[in-house]
């Protein structure tokens, strides 16, 4: 009789990101409670992290509070093994840091590509010492983990050799896993684990992806994950999807929206239960922790839209674009007066009317990239009407936070 297995499969959870300045512990906070008792009530014994578990390389110690304190509390529950790897977002050194410490709680972490690829294949066991399954944990792989650089290299020969590294590293783990799934037992298993970008992957605008290596010329096909994966577990796109159309290849996704272009996007975590090595796939629908909200128009609309937000008594971050023709003065003013006394709060005010202006100021012979951002800037004092005696101090300010910026390129470099 096969065993049976049952795996959660989640993704790119950003701790410590922040919304237009504002920050998100709570929702954060809110996520991993829920997830573990989703852990607790699905009886999930083993937890698949695949990558971008943290928002930046150096996250905040509350950032880092949540993510020991959950990985505390799993071990509590009957989860008995948790696998992570690095993503682009974190840095490798400080997910290896407490490995050793983790791998006592059965919490097994790749924050980068291994030398060997053997060293990136897991034997998991039950509570009785026998095998239960065998993971690939390939982290996310950086340009320098899988290419060599040669001089005169032209922007193709890049690319081609970054595919072919991809490739190639996959193909020698999961053969390595399948080596150990033969000696241990040939119903065990095999899952896959990675943080890349597989070609044809949906992403929606403002989500927070960044483009892989350089641009996005190392996107890779399906067939990277050899036929020997029962399941493989991804990272990095923040919808959740399939890959080519292949059930066993998954993305789980962001669990909170990392931007208004996700506000409305059903966030999920993947319940896999396996028998013998047939994988059987659950969605299971995230709550929306935090309400966004994109509102689009006039002045009216505008005014009217939030009348309506406003009678659900909800707590609602928004992002508002007003697009009417008329040029609305004190516009942030204006729609401040508008939520005052709700649970609305204006996180984000874009003015498309002005955009377009300033646009519509570059000639047919130019593009607003032959421009200079002193350029852009005058042509949006212009756009907005700012009365001369303004215009001095406001290009001053501008041209000294360009200094400060060109000062910090030079010191990163």
Not at 219 to 225: H, T, Y
Not at 257 to 264: C, D, K, N, R, T
């Given at each position: 009789m096969s065993k049976t297995l049952r795996v959660l499969h989640s993704s790119d959870w950003h701790l410590g990101r922040l919304l237009y300045g504002r920050r998100r512990y709570d929702e954060f906070a809110a996520f991993l409670d829920w997830m573990l008792e989703v852990i607790e009530q699905e009886r999930i014994e083993l937890l698949l992290i695949a990558g971008d578990l943290f928002d930046t390389t150096t996250p905040s110690n509350r950032a880092q509070s949540l993510y020991y304190r959950f990985l505390h509390n799993v071990a509590a529950s009957p989860c008995r093994h948790v696998v992570i790897v690095g993503g682009n977002h974190d840095s490798p050194t400080f997910l290896n840091a407490p490995q050793q410490l983790l791998r006592a709680l059965d919490v097994h972490v790749v924050g980068a590509a291994c030398d060997d690829p053997a060293d990136e294949v897991l034997l998991l066991k039950d509570t009785a010492g026998e095998p239960e399954a065998i993971v690939c944990a390939v982290p996310y792989l950086r340009d320098r983990d899988i290419r060599h650089s040669e001089t005169g290299e032209s922007t193709d020969d890049k690319s081609r050799k970054l595919i072919e590294g991809i490739y190639d590293h996959y193909a020698r783990v999961c053969a390595a896993g399948e080596a150990m799934r033969q000696e241990q037992g040939p119903?065990?298993?095999?899952?896959?684990?990675?943080?890349?970008?597989?070609?044809?992957?949906?992403?929606?605008?403002?989500?927070?992806?960044?483009?892989?290596?350089?641009?996005?010329?190392?996107?890779?096909?399906?067939?990277?994950?050899?036929?020997?994966?029962?399941?493989?577990?991804?990272?990095?796109?923040?919808?959740?999807?399939?890959?080519?159309?292949?059930?066993?290849?998954?993305?789980?996704?962001?669990?909170?929206?990392?931007?208004?272009?996700?506000?409305?996007?059903?966030?999920?975590?993947?319940?896999?239960?396996?028998?013998?090595r047939v994988p059987s796939i659950r969605m299971l629908e995230i709550p929306c922790f935090q309400r966004l909200e994109r509102l689009k128009g006039d002045q009216q609309q505008l005014a009217g839209a939030i009348a309506r937000l406003a009678t659900g008594r909800e707590s609602v971050w928004l992002e508002i674009h007003y697009e009417g023709d008329a040029i609305a003065a004190d516009l942030r003013q204006w729609l401040e007066e508008q939520v005052k006394g709700t649970q609305l709060e204006i996180l984000r005010v874009r003015n498309n009317r002005v955009i377009e202006r300033v646009l519509s100021r570059v000639g047919e012979e130019e593009t607003l990239d032959d421009l200079s951002p002193p350029e852009v800037f005058d042509r949006a004092l212009a756009a907005h009407q700012v009365p001369e005696a303004q215009q001095a101090d406001l290009k001053a300010l501008f041209n000294g936070l360009l200094r400060e910026l060109d000062e910090q390129d030079n010191r990163a470099e």
């Open positions: 119903d065990l298993p095999l899952i896959g684990m990675g943080h890349l970008f597989a070609a044809g992957g949906q992403t929606l605008e403002g989500d927070g992806v960044r483009d892989l290596y350089v641009g996005s010329l190392a996107q890779v096909g399906s067939d990277c994950f050899p036929e020997t994966l029962d399941y493989v577990a991804l990272g990095h796109l923040h919808v959740p999807q399939t890959v080519a159309g292949q059930e066993r290849i998954r993305y789980s996704g962001s669990p909170l929206p990392m931007g208004f272009g996700e506000a409305h996007q059903q966030k999920l975590l993947y319940r896999i239960e396996f028998e013998g």
